[in-house]
């Protein structure tokens, strides 16, 4: 066993390398924006108010300043959507590499804004800098889950998909620490907190140049066997990957009699209609489960094990949003994950408003209403997403919703 998965590592060294490189500006960063944020809110509610003192000899008024850090807070969702609504488009015509690359830059002139925001005196800086986070993380959580699917053999892929949850937590797990008052959540160091997210993006800017675009892409979207096999051997070793080849052979052959479509065509054609109910019910339960509700407030509810706990069967269960990558052909990935962004990023900004309410009114047993939907959308998952595992794209799109294998019948053997 151990000599197994030794010989899959020499392997697939590239393949793993790629995915921890995608992974550190992919989801990490997401993560990490989501839970950072949250503890240098009294030093930064103080900074406007002082900054505001000498530009106009007199204080805000504390609701103004809970408005203009609430505003703060909120824009770098509104940043997200605009990121998703843009990416399918720019993907397609620009590839996932270059924009990734180009999302990097955008989030290293944010981490700008935000390291001397302070020595400008300028609390306006820390809006365009969270803004600009929101535009970077929208396209990169879109362009993650999609490069990571498409770079992995159907033997590897669930492993793989499941990194993008992996990355997600540790982000948040990542803010979490070093936002700690004794690392970098001080009144004299919150700054360099807020910009400590241009390091995975200067990482990653750095070392994607040195890996290859997708194979299928390059073979589907760009024609070219020569790039695709080449990227082949670079991500999965020498080894035989033939049955591999051919069946993105046979997307390619099923892809060139079929269109790319819009989002409003994806929502209106009947062949996907089971695909766009798995699509909203696994995104209405990644925003549902409770994950973004957990706060610090909350440990007198809940243990540090329970919570710990929560986050693993988070990182298995609601938030693999990279199985569409896997019941979407690749034509039509970028509008689903179109759908995909602002389903989240929606949520995310529609939960933050109306959370502080339900707690006001229900307290704790508010964690009750994301009990119920969980297995709401567990029944559901179950009775209606097939199984994906060791099946190409191809294999997957032949089954119904209910069934577990494809509708295709076997060949009777020959005696």
Known sequence: MDHCVFSLQVQFQGLFQMILVLGIGGSFPYGFHISVINYPSVHIRKFINETWIERNGSPLHPETIMLLWSFIVSVYGIGGLLGSLCCGYLTTKYRKKKCQMCTNLIM?????????SKTAKSFEMILVGRFLYGIGTGFSLNIHPQYVGEISPKKLRG????????????????GQVIGLREILGSEALWPWLLASSGLSALVQLVTLPFFPDSPSYLLIQKSNEEAFRKAIRKLWGEGDHQAEIDDIMKEKAAMASAKSLRVLEIIKERSLRWQLYILMTVMTTLQLCGINAHQFFWMHYFSVILIFLFVIFYGIGPSTISIMVEIFSQSFRPSAFLIVGCI???GLFVLGMIFPLIVDNLGPLCFLIFLGILALSAIFIYLYLPETKGK?????????????VPDTIPEKKKH
Not at 159 to 173: D, I, P, Q, R
């Open 344 to 346: 989240n990023w929606m």
């Open 159 to 174: 492993f793989t998909n499941s990194t993008v949850a992996v990355f997600l937590t540790l982000g948040k797990l990542t």
């Open 108 to 116: 290293l002139v944010a981490a700008l804004f935000m390291a001397f």
């Open 392 to 404: 190409s794209i191809m294999e997957i799109k032949q089954m119904k919703p209910g069934k577990k």
